[in-house]
């Protein structure tokens, strides 16, 4: 492994593990949610309306991992700090996979 991917694998795990920051500061500065992770509901309170293309595909995706968060809405800060660090870890580790993947297709291919 060469220094710039061991820099590059400190970094992807450095930001997996600040992801907590993205419920910690809205709970710290009463904002209820964090910046832009809005639903259709507060997008359209917000806004004053929801646009078309939102009304359409709002429920084409669901996420695996609703919110980040494996405890649920009642669940404790602990809870949602953890499930945040293991959603980042977990997108991580889909993401290098994916890459690994191609790259592998693409050379055993030629292109």
Known sequence: MTVFQKR?????????LLTPLGIILPEKFKAEEAWGEWGAEKLE?????????LKKWADFW???????NLGGDEASMTVQILS????GLLGVGICVGAVYLA???IVRNGK
């Open 8 to 16: 590059l694998w400190i970094g992807l795990i450095v930001l997996a």
């Open 45 to 53: 309170k917000l806004l004053g309306y929801l646009p078309e293309g």
């Open 84 to 87: 945040y660090v293991a959603s």
């Open 103 to 105: 790259s592998r297709w």
């Open 62 to 68: 669901k996420a695996p991992i609703p919110d980040y």
